[in-house]
């Protein structure tokens, strides 16, 4: 395969298509928006964890890693949803490879004190997978994205 041309030129800033493998899901949470901050973010898939420090700013969050982890990131959309009894977080895990993703994977979401001691809310699901091919042009190289939910 011929490797793309570089992308000077001002069309390729519109053609260029973004995909990144990440697993996606929601936990709710029986905090107010405004508790959520500085708490943790656990993300667990079969067994092997990874965290980020959540942040809260007006009616948005962020997860922030704590440590670069081989196995992966663990992050947050910012958008923050009240319900009834808190909030509801949409957390995501980007892979450290997406090569060893599978249909089936335990997942375990959780938020804990800044110490990791008390645990505030947990979710254990399992992921299901698609794949996204993106083709190559001028602009990039072709490249697949995997995208995984997690029910129930």
Do not use: W
Request: hydrophobic share 35%.
């Amino acid at each position: 395969m011929l490797a793309p041309v570089a992308c000077t030129d001002r069309r390729c800033a519109f053609d260029i298509q973004f995909c990144e493998s990440r697993v996606t899901g929601t936990l709710d949470v029986p905090l107010k928006p405004a508790e959520l901050d500085g708490k943790r973010l656990e993300i667990c898939r079969n067994g092997a964890c990874v965290f980020a420090k959540i942040f809260v700013s007006r009616h948005e969050i962020g997860c922030a890693p704590t440590a670069a982890d081989p196995a992966g990131t663990a992050g947050c959309e910012s958008a923050l949803e009240v319900t009834s009894s808190g909030a509801r977080i949409h957390v995501i895990y980007y892979p450290g490879s997406s090569n060893d993703l599978t249909n089936g994977d335990q997942f375990a979401l959780r938020i804990t004190d800044a110490s990791a001691f008390t645990v505030i809310a947990e979710r254990v699901a399992v992921a299901s997978y698609s794949t996204t091919h993106i083709e190559g042009n001028d602009c990039q190289e072709a490249r697949s994205c995997v995208s995984g939910t997690l029910t129930p």
